[in-house]
């Protein structure tokens, strides 16, 4: 990437899709989006064809499990259809923009490539904090079109709840996508909130997931991958928290006085 060039989508491979439908699961809330969306490729087989770097990700080089160092990324990945399954592609991985001009830009990004693959349909997920923990949770759904939610109530979206914004990539890709026509729904699964992940509002996410996509998942190795999932993301937390206390540090010393 340049030094003037602010976000960069690198693709990989090109593949041949026929009208996928995007589906995000990127980190937040009980980081319910990155685990679905992650373990969905892992058990699917999802081949990876393309990787997003930006200037607007945390100042963060993390070094992976074979003591390599790397930036921080968003990668994409994409399934080809069997049967009835629609062709797929998926986008996750380590963070979110750390500006609101970089969450605009890297979502403008994002729509402008899946336009180009013909994409019509938008699934975003992430997580709902409602404070407290949860026996069964439920998954709020959010349309771009108001007609939409027949079509997804089906399938066991909530769309009666008092959710009035969300935040992010989430939020953003869905609005972003419709100002160019792309429809589609954000799945919010309901969660504590002060979890560093949420197994079961994943698995209650993943249960939608697998109808609306008409797939079959295996459920036995979740747990096992969301907490492999954990360690990366707590490592990036922590980093994260890190360099706002530092900052913070550094306005503290400085008291705006020149002598």
């Known amino acids: 990437m340049s030094e003037r060039t602010q976000?960069?989508?690198?693709?990989?491979?090109?593949?041949?899709?026929?009208?996928?439908?995007?589906?995000?699961?990127?980190?937040?809330?009980?980081?319910?989006?990155?685990?679905?969306?992650?373990?969905?490729?892992?058990?699917l087989g999802a081949i990876k064809f393309g990787e997003i770097y930006s200037n607007h990700f945390p100042h963060i080089a993390i070094v992976n499990d074979s003591g390599e160092m790397e930036l921080l990324t968003n990668e994409l990945y994409y399934l080809k259809s069997k049967g009835k399954q629609p062709d797929i592609i998926f986008l996750t991985g380590h963070t979110q923009s750390i500006?609101?001009?970089?969450?605009?830009?890297?979502?403008?990004?994002?729509?402008?490539?899946i336009r180009q693959y013909n994409v019509k349909e938008l699934i975003t997920i992430g997580g709902y904090g409602v404070g407290?923990?949860?026996?069964?949770?439920?998954?709020?759904?959010?349309?771009?079109?108001k007609k939409l939610k027949s079509?997804?109530?089906?399938?066991?979206?909530?769309?009666?709840?008092?959710?009035?914004?969300?935040?992010?990539?989430?939020?953003?890709?869905?609005?972003?996508?419709k100002r160019f026509g792309l429809n589609g729904v954000c799945l919010l699964g309901e969660t504590p909130g002060f979890l560093l992940s949420d197994p079961k509002a994943t698995e209650k996410v993943l249960n939608v997931l697998e109808r609306i996509l008409n797939i079959k998942i295996d459920y036995t190795d979740l747990n096992k991958k969301i907490k492999e999932a954990?360690?990366?993301?707590?490592?990036?937390?922590?980093?994260?928290?890190?360099?706002?206390?530092n900052q913070k540090g550094d306005k503290d010393k400085d008291t705006g006085y020149i002598g």
């Open 99 to 113: 500006t609101p001009e970089g969450h605009y830009e890297v979502a403008y990004k994002i729509v402008d490539l």
């Open 132 to 145: 407290d923990l949860i026996d069964d949770p439920l998954v709020l759904g959010i349309p771009t079109n």
């Open 230 to 245: 954990e360690k990366v993301i707590k490592k990036v937390q922590e980093l994260q928290g890190q360099i706002l206390q």
């Open 7 to 43: 976000t960069e989508i690198i693709i990989t491979k090109k593949p041949d899709l026929k009208n996928p439908i995007f589906v995000e699961g990127l980190t937040g809330i009980g980081h319910i989006g990155r685990s679905a969306v992650s373990y969905l490729i892992d058990k």
């Open 151 to 177: 079509k997804y109530e089906k399938f066991g979206v909530i769309f009666e709840h008092s959710v009035g914004q969300v935040v992010g990539a989430t939020g953003l890709l869905l609005a972003v996508g």
